[in-house]
């Protein structure tokens, strides 16, 4: 079935680091992708999707492109600040219109 | 709007005992989904619903959960009886035509099972 992989964590930053946290997906078609972002005793939240190859998705200084040809959708961000200290999920949309999540990834960022 | 409302924040319960957890969607949404998540298998879907019916419980454990969605403006989810490998966090979602455009999480119910 379809399916995300996410690297593992924890990863754990300096402020203003480049933040990277790899994704890639298993699916029949062409799905629609995304990040949510889960703060501590939240739910999760929306960060950013693309629908289709090449699209990408930007949302607070988060970036993250649909690549077809290595079944990628990487997130990244130039500058983390400690405010994103999160678990970051990776997901994928499949035709019967639910969600599939990757494990998710910790990322903490020290001041 | 006030996001996905999910009552209690909180629920501990001796074993044996029912739970009830408790959803109210965003308004106008017509897609309701339940997930939980635990650290060895993170997010699971339970179950989901599509004006109110339920399509796909295909991620329910056992018999001993069950959900109903009675209008368009509730759910529930009902463990009986409880265990305690179902402590968990118990996440519901709500969405406008599917996922395509992302999901609104509640804050989620822990549920502690003793």
């Known amino acids: 079935g379809d399916s995300v992989t996410q690297m593992e964590g924890p990863v754990t930053l300096s402020e203003e680091a480049f933040l990277t946290i790899n994704c890639t997906y298993t699916a029949t078609g062409y799905p629609s992708l995304f990040w949510y972002v889960q703060y501590p005793g939240e739910g999760l939240q929306l960060l950013l999707k693309a629908t289709k190859a090449d699209d990408k998705g930007s949302n607070k200084g988060f970036e993250a492109t649909y690549r077809k040809e290595t079944t990628s959708f990487h997130l990244e961000k130039g500058s983390v600040q400690v405010s994103d200290s999160a678990v970051y999920f990776c997901?994928?949309?499949?035709?019967?219109?639910?969600?599939?999540f990757g494990a998710g990834t910790t990322v903490t960022v020290r001041a | 709007d006030a996001g996905v409302i999910q009552s209690p924040r909180h629920e501990v319960t001796e074993m044996g005992q029912e739970v009830t957890l408790r959803c109210k969607p965003i308004?106008?949404?017509?897609?309701l989904f339940w997930y939980r998540q635990t650290m060895m298998r993170g997010l699971e879907l339970l179950i989901y619903?599509?004006?109110?019916?339920?399509?796909?419980d295909s991620g329910m454990p056992e018999d001993r959960f069950s959900a109903k969605m009675p209008n368009a403006s509730f759910s529930t989810l009902k463990i009986q009886p409880s265990e305690p490998r179902d402590s968990a966090v118990y996440f519901c979602?709500?969405?406008?035509?599917?996922?395509?455009?992302?999901?609104?999480f509640g804050s989620g119910t822990r549920l502690t099972v003793v």
């Open positions: 979602a709500s969405s406008f035509g599917g996922a395509y455009y992302g999901y609104t």
């Open positions: 619903f599509n004006n109110n019916v339920p399509i796909d």
């Open positions: 997901a994928l949309l499949s035709n019967d219109y639910k969600l599939s």
């Open positions: 308004s106008g949404h017509d897609y």
